[in-house]
C-alpha cells in the first residue's frame, strides 16, 4: 500500500507517493504484529495517513538480514571505492527527489518548506556525498615496536549499528546516522521518529536504485518503547546511536549495558548559552541570537535559549532583539514567507505552552509572546522572558520551542559562571569584540561547540557534540567515523 499526497500550495506543486511498509532486506514489508502508527499535519492537527509499524519481531528479522549482509555483500567484502560509489549514487537521488523530501518533513514536522529544501536536505545530501569521499580514506597506523616486530592497525567495521532519529531535522538526522556508518562498513537497522517518518520511507525508495545489496539498510518504523528499545536490547545489533532526548538517552544506554553491553553514541539535548557584551557588534549579536533561539521554531538541540547580556547594552539589545522577534512570521509552512511554522505535536506543544506557564508561576515577566497563535494546529508565539533566574525551571530545563530567557551580567567572571551553570553542554556562543576576551571565554565554556559572533552554525568537517549530560561520541567530521569502526592491533613477529 502506498500514501500519496497532493501538494498544491505556495512553495511545492506536486504528488508525493510512499509505501509504507517497513523496508527490511531490500523490500517492503508488513509487520509481523501488524501495528500502525498514525502520522498527523501539526498546521492542522489531523492524520495524515497510517503507516506500518514495527516491534521486536521486525528489528529481529531486520538485524538478522543486516548481520547476513554484512557478512556476505557489504563490510570488507566490498572495497571502500565501491561503497563510495554507492553512497554518491545514493547522493545524487536524494538530490532528484529533494522536492518531495522537503514537501514531506515540512507536512509531518510543521517546518517551513524553504528550511526543509535549504537546511535539512541540502544539508543531508552534503553529509551522504562528504561521507562517500571518505569511504575509501579509511586507514590504519603502522606502529614501531621493537625490532623483532612489526605492527599496525587496521579500523574495522563493527557490524550491525542500530541508528535512533528524531523528528527536529528528520532528513539530516538520518543522512548524519547512515553516511559514516556505511563509509566503515557497517550494515544498518534505523527508526525514524514516529511523529516525521514519510522521508524516511520515500528515502527506502532509492536504495535499491542506488545499487545497495539488500539488508545493508534497513529502515523500521515504529514507537520508541517498542522498536526503539527493541533496537538498544538486541543481541544481534552491536552498536547503537541515537538522537533525541537526554531522557531516552539514559534508557538506551542502560538497555545497551544489560544487553550486549554495545557501545552508544548520544546526540542528546541542551540549554545553550549565549553572552553578549558591551564591546558586540549589536547588529550581528541581535541576527544571531534571534536565529539561535528561533530557528526552526526552537527545536534545535543547540538552540540559544539562555541569552546573558552585559549590563551596558542590555536595553538597547533587548530592544531590537524583540522588535526582530516580533517581525518573525510565523503561519503555513508552505507559505514562501514563512519563518515558523506550528510546533511538531500536540504533546511538544502542551509542553511549552506548561514550561510557560512556569514561567510566569515562577516569576519571570513573558516580555513578549507567551501564547496560542489561531485556534488549530500547534502554532506558538516566538516568546521572550525577562527576570529569570538560575533556579527557574525555564532556565535549568530544555524547552525545545520558541523560548528565549534573557538576563543580565555585570563580569566576564559571572558570565562564565552562569553559562556554565547548567547540567548540559552541547554548544555555547559569546559575541566581543575583544580577541583576547573572545578566545578565553571560548576555552572556558562546558560545551561541545563554542561559537564566537555568530550561532547554532554546523560545519560538516567539524565535530558536532556534548559535554556533560549533552552526550558521548561526537558526530559529522572525521570524528564520526569512530562511533562506527573498531580499532585492532596486529603484532607481526619478524
Ligand atoms: P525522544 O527522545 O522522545 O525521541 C527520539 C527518538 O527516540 C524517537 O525515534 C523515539 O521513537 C525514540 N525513543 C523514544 N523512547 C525510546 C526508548 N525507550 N528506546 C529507544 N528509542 C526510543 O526525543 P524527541 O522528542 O523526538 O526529540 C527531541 C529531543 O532530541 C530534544 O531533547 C533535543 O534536544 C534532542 N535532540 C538532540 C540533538 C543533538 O544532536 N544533540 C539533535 C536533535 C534533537
Known sequence: STFTHHFNTAAYKGTVAVPLGLYINGEFVDPVENGTLDVHNPSTGKIVTSIAAGTKADIDIAARAAKKAFKTSWGLKVPGAQRGKLMAKLAE??????????????????????????????????????????????????????????????????????????????????????????????????????????????????????????????????????????????????????????????????????SNLKPVTLELGGKSPNVIFDDADLDQAVKWAIHGIY?????????????????????????????QALALKVGDPFDPSTFQGPQVSKTQFERIMGYISSGKSDGATVHIGGNRIGEEGYFIQPTIFTDCTSNMKIVREEIFG??????????????????????????????????????????ALEAGTAWINCANQTEISLPFGGFKQSGIGRELSEYALENYTNVKAVHVNI
Open 93 to 258: 537521488l536524494m538530490e532528484k527527489h529533494i522536492e518531495e523530501f522537503a514537501a514531506l518533513d515540512a507536512l509531518t514536522n510543521g517546518k517551513a518548506f524553504k528550511t526543509a529544501y535549504g537546511r535539512d536536505l541540502k544539508g543531508a545530501i552534503s553529509v551522504m556525498q562528504y561521507y562517500a569521499g571518505w569511504a575509501d580514506k579509511i586507514t590504519g597506523k603502522t606502529i614501531e615496536t621493537n625490532e623483532n616486530k612489526m605492527a599496525y592497525t587496521r579500523h574495522e567495521p563493527i557490524g550491525v549499528v542500530g541508528q535512533i532519529i528524531p523528528w527536529n531535522v528528520p532528513m539530516f538526522s538520518l543522512s548524519l546516522k547512515i553516511a559514516p556508518a556505511l563509509a566503515t562498513g557497517n550494515t544498518i537497522v534505523l527508526k525514524p521518529s514516529e511523529l516525521t517518518p514519510l522521508s524516511a520511507l520515500l528515502f527506502c525508495t532509492l536504495i535499491a536504485e542506488a545499487g545497495f545489496p539488500p539488508g545493508v539498510i534497513n529502515i523500521v518504523n515504529g514507537y520508541g518503547a517498542t522498536a526503539g528499545q527493541a533496537i538498544s536490547e538486541s543481541l544481534i545489533i552491536e552498536k547503537v546511536a541515537f538522537t533525541g532526548s537526554t531522557l531516552t538517552g539514559r534508557k538506551i544506554m542502560e538497555a545497551a549495558a544489560k
Open 295 to 323: 530557528f526552526n521554531h526552537g527545536q534545535n538541540c543547540s538552540a540559544g535559549s539562555r541569552i546573558f547580556i552585559q549590563a551596558g547594552i542590555y536595553d538597547e539589545f533587548l530592544r531590537q532583539f524583540t522588535e
Open 402 to 443: 520558541p523560548v528565549a530567557c534573557v538576563m543580565k551580567f555585570t563580569t566576564e567572571e559571572e558570565a562564565i559562571e552562569q553559562a556554565n551553570d547548567t547540567s548540559y553542554g552541547l554548544a555555547a556562543s559569546v559575541f566581543t569584540k575583544d580577541i583576547d576576551r573572545a578566545i578565553r571565554f571560548a576555552h
